[in-house]
Every structure is written in C-alpha cells, then in structure tokens.
C-alpha cells in the first residue's frame, strides 16, 4: 500500500510543490547518456519528474508507480504522452527489455523486508536486457539523516496552484534501526483540513545492499556520491548478470 502522500487524492497533487526543483535528477540523465541507455524504467516514477525529463530528451521512458493518485498528476504532465505509464510494481511488469532501470529518492529503501526487495530486484533484472544497468540511490545509515529531520519541525508553506497556500510539518515518530518512521502532516487553510502520511524507510548499509544484489544477479559496477548531496547517499551503478 503506496503511502498517503503518494497515493492521497489531497496529497499528490501538492507533492511537486514541497519537492523543490529536482536538479537531483540532472544526475540521472547524465548516467543515463554515460550509459548510452535508450529504453529507461523509473521505478516509483511518482508524479513523473525523471521520467518526462528523460523523455525530452529522445529516452522510450516507461514509468511505474504503485500509487494511482501521483500517476495521475504525471499524466496531465506537458509531454506525459511521450511516456508509458504504468500502475503496478517491478513484479507485474510486462515485457520491457529495458537498457537501464532508475530508482530515486527514497524508492529503494520503501521496500522493507528483505523479501519484499529481493522481489523487486528479481523483477526488475527479468525487465532488463543482458549486461544493462540499474543505477539506484540509497541512504548511509551512519549520516543518520533522521536526526537532522527531528530537529528541523518548524513548519514550511507553499502557495499550490488550485489550493492556495499549505502548510507541512515534518514529525520523526519513531527509530528503530534499521527502520525509521516519520509524519507529514499538511494543513489546507483554504477548508480547513488536516492529512496526514505516514512512512517507514529502511537504511541497509553498504555490504547489506551488495550482497542483496550479488543474490538478485547484479555486478556493482561502481558506488558513486550523489553530486548534490556529498556523504550523505550512495548512488548504486549495478549490472545485469549474463
């Protein structure tokens, strides 16, 4: 079950306007022409950011998400019709034959148990073709990035179009490693309602996500920073084993 702030008909259309400008994912499309990929897979594509902007630039991009609320904010994107949109996950897939599979944000730590992952890594291997790629970023556990979430609770507004002006909060509600889980709740002054979201990210170490790889049929072909956040996230570029 997608959480309320993917999949919420009041949450996902306010979700770009929290998310800042994405030049995170400039990062993405510099992997993707590094690795010549021309048929990508975004898995938990969500409202569709990294998906459109490979597809502006001469990509076949096939996005995925579980959440239909969010894919409907991508569809009524400007040039979502370039992209194939698909609600599911990495295990209902049709064919695809991807070159290179992507998993940003927090996609890749939503999968909780080490069934639920290993699931998604098979499915995602049966969709690419021999010897491409899945890049994915990931956490370092040892940044401990839910300590600076907990101090920062002051509230953030942003005018959305179509709402006006809403306001989030941020709420650590528990620490468990390695699970962390925390609390969006949005205030829509307009009508004077209250959303929450809940989430439970799990943070694997380095080793954890290798082995998890070697088992699912992946190389680590590199472990890369992510340029916009040094020391803070390993970005994995991963093989498909012949």
């Not at 800042?20 to 990062?27: M, P, Q, S, T, V």
């Amino acid at each position: 079950m997608p959480d309320a702030i993917f999949a919420h008909p009041r949450l996902a259309p306010v979700y770009d306007a929290f998310d800042g400008d994405r030049d995170d994912l400039d990062a993405y499309l510099a992997i993707a022409d590094e690795l010549d990929a021309r048929v990508v897979l975004d898995l938990g594509c969500g409202t569709g950011s990294l998906a459109l902007l490979l597809a502006r630039h001469g990509r076949t991009v096939v996005g995925v998400d579980p959440a239909e609320a969010s894919l409907d904010v991508a569809r009524a994107k400007d040039g979502a019709d370039r992209v194939r949109w698909i609600h599911g996950d990495a295990t209902t897939l049709p064919p695809l034959r991807a070159d290179l599979a992507v998993m940003t944000g927090n996609v890749a730590q939503a999968f909780r148990t080490d069934d639920d992952w290993a699931r998604t890594l098979r499915g995602i291997r049966a969709e690419l073709r021999p010897g491409e790629h899945l890049v994915f970023e990931t956490r370092r556990p040892e940044r401990r990035a839910w300590e600076e979430w907990a101090a920062d609770t002051a509230p953030v507004t942003r005018d959305v179009p179509g709402e006006g002006p809403v306001q989030r909060r941020l709420e650590v509600t528990a620490v468990e490693l390695p699970f962390v889980s925390f609390r969006f709740t949005y205030r829509f002054p307009a009508d004077g309602a209250v959303v929450t979201s809940d989430s439970t990210l799990r943070f694997r170490d380095r080793d954890e996500v290798q082995a998890s790889l070697a088992a699912a049929g992946f190389r680590v072909v590199d472990v890369r920073e992510a340029p916009d956040r040094p020391g803070r996230e390993f970005v994995f570029v991963t093989q498909r084993s012949t």
